[in-house]
């Protein structure tokens, strides 16, 4: 399709190149050539990565900017950033695999399960919108739905006749919390698995019924190995996804829920650590596993394209 | 395909007519289960959307009522903020698609090698956290040689670097649907300049894929917290949350206007975009 635009033809090139005649060697049309994307890159060099590389250096200094490993030592062994990292993770694994189960499940529905056809325009519609629907408004819309007063809690106490704060239950906790993120995960799982369902072909299933195969020999063995990259890169996106929220968080519990990226923020607003080393080494674990799990979400989509074309 | 056509024709006959059978049967289990899932799913889109709506109605006593939106609407702090993120949503938007649109385009034309590199950047704000970004520009730009806390420029900055994945996405599927080569040369014998193709040629050309990028930007800018919050830059988003921690019922009237800002905003690209190609879906980044 796009191979006429992609092969370098002479005659096109030269007529490119036919504005400045005479002018340029083949050579420094090359490096004019890279003065055309200078200002991304200086862009991208001057607040993506000088301020990531800043963190990883900081990281390694104690207060009179001497090297040290002293920072990473204390986040690895302090119980407060191991319960910070700990929180982070298990929110992010949560909302992950579950946003990642029902997302499929509803995506599956809506391509595969035989239902009317503007049911999958109204869905990825919503999706397209809930995805987006993230942070402090969001927070507000849980509360006004769970919370002490919100409407789902209230018809509960009133129709079961039950208190349910009496024993001590809350919202404002880890779980309270998935609740809330699940609601931007699970439509980014539909938004991505829609098309991978898509891409499944009717000759595949047929094929496998062809050759005495049932429903389960044919997700076992075509299906799912097929949408398993997809699936899986997939749910390493929602897990960093999850793994990066601040706002959503924030306006939910305050700093109720130590998240890691909770106590990050701490720090900015007032050196709460005391040490700008710590919130540094804090800020380069953050990057850490946000980068291999942006890894795994590249490698896993590499795969999945082979069936996509 | 035709290796023993006769038998493989019965056989095809034969399973085709069995596998009609099974096929009507599943699809009638299918069903069920398919619409219990689309409930569940509906339900816990609007269920929320719902409470909040409800939940804004209910500030005087015993009825529901506007109230919560008259207080909201009648404070003036209100269109301050709501006016700066405005304001930000205008530089932001102006800002990558001058750095995204040409960049794009020239990566398509002449330097298809550097693509990857692009997009790796594009990528970028999923692997750094706003708030790891933020954090990281106030160490860096806080102190001389380069003191740019203070101004404008990081909070800027910050919304551009959340742009990035959808704007290139957009103008990269834009560029893709359209000869750039063909267009820029009949441009260029026509004695056209850069300026003249980007703006005349290549920009109308994008019109959808761009309207896509600045109405997701758009959307994402107004309702944004972390980056304004602490970066102490008056916007919609902080203000928001300093109401949610003030007050009852208005904050949920807040959130509906800010939730139909993103309907808006989504149902305006879906507009745009109607009939076109190779739409994709659009992912922002963490917030």
């Not at chain 1, 391509?111 to 397209?128: A, C, E, K, M, Q």
């Not at chain 2, 692009?118 to 692997?127: A, G, I, S, W």
Request: net charge positive; glycine share 10%.
């Amino acid at each position: 399709m796009s191979g006429s635009n992609l092969e370098p033809s002479t005659t096109r090139q030269s007529l490119l190149r036919g504005d400045t005649p005479g002018v340029r060697t083949p050579r420094s049309r090359a490096v004019w050539a890279y003065v055309g994307v200078a200002p991304f890159f200086i862009f991208a060099v001057m607040f993506l990565l000088l301020p990531s590389l800043s963190i990883f250096v900081r990281s390694f200094q104690d207060l009179q900017n001497h090297f040290t490993f002293d920072n990473i030592i204390a986040i690895l062994t302090g119980r407060d950033f191991i319960n910070a990292y700990k929180a982070s993770l298990s929110i992010s694994l949560i909302t992950a695999i579950g946003g990642a189960i029902f997302g499929f499940l509803l995506a599956y529905a809506v391509i595969l399960g035989g239902l009317p056809n503007g049911v999958r325009t109204f869905l990825t519609t919503f999706s397209g919108v809930a995805s987006n629907f993230a942070g402090v408004p969001l927070a507000f819309a849980f509360i006004a739905t769970m919370g002490n007063a919100g409407l789902v809690t209230r018809l509960i106490e009133t129709n079961l006749n039950v208190d349910i704060h009496a024993r001590g239950f809350t919202i404002y906790n880890i779980w309270g919390l998935s609740i809330v993120y699940m609601y931007f995960q699970f439509p980014l799982m539909v938004l991505i698995m829609a098309p991978a369902l898509d891409g499944l072909k009717r000759e595949w299933r047929e094929a496998a019924e062809n050759l005495g195969g049932t429903t389960y020999h044919y997700w076992r063995h075509v299906a799912l190995p097929i949408l398993l990259p997809s699936l899986l890169g997939t749910t390493i996106l929602l897990f960093g996804n999850a793994f990066g929220a601040y706002a959503t968080a924030y306006a939910f519990s305050g700093s109720f829920i130590n998240l890691v990226t909770i106590v990050i923020g701490a720090q900015i607003q007032g050196d709460v650590l005391y040490n700008p080393g710590l919130g540094n080494a804090l800020a380069l674990g953050m990057i850490l596993i946000m980068a291999l799990c942006m890894l795994g979400y590249v490698s896993m989509q590499r795969r999945a394209a082979r069936w996509t074309r | 395909m035709n290796i023993e056509t006769g038998r493989g024709l019965g056989a095809w006959a034969f399973l085709h007519s069995r596998k009609k059978r099974s096929n009507e049967v599943t699809r009638k289990r299918g069903s069920v289960w398919a619409w219990i899932i689309l409930i569940l799913g509906i339900l816990y889109f609007f269920v929320p959307l719902f409470s909040t709506f409800e939940f804004s109605m209910r500030m005087l006593k015993g009825r529901y009522s506007f109230e919560a939106y008259r207080v909201a609407f009648g404070d003036s702090r209100f269109y301050h903020d709501f006016g700066f993120s405005l304001l930000w949503a205008a530089i932001t938007i102006a800002v990558s698609l001058l750095l995204i649109v040409p960049t794009a385009y020239w990566v398509h034309l002449r330097l298809p090698k550097l693509r990857p590199a692009v997009e790796f950047v594009t990528l970028m704000p999923f692997v750094v956290p706003a708030v790891v970004l933020v954090f990281g520009l106030i160490k860096l730009y806080g102190s001389p040689p380069i003191t740019l806390v203070g101004t404008p420029v990081l909070l800027i900055a910050g919304y551009v670097v959340l742009s990035l994945p959808y704007m290139f996405r957009a103008v990269d599927t834009g560029l893709r649907a359209i000869d750039v080569r063909t267009l820029t040369e009949a441009a260029q014998s026509l004695g056209a300049g850069w300026g003249t193709i980007l703006k005349d040629v290549i920009f109308p050309n994008l019109r959808v894929a761009i309207l896509s990028g600045v109405f997701l930007t758009f959307a994402i800018v107004m309702g944004e917290f972390t980056f304004a919050a602490l970066l102490v830059w008056p916007a919609f988003g902080p203000y928001m949350e300093e109401i949610g921690a003030m007050r009852a019922y208005t904050p949920q009237a807040l959130s509906v206007v800010s939730f139909l800002l993103t309907w808006g905003s989504i149902g305006l690209i879906q507009w745009v975009a109607r009939g076109a190609p190779g739409q994709q879906a659009q992912i922002a980044g963490t917030r």
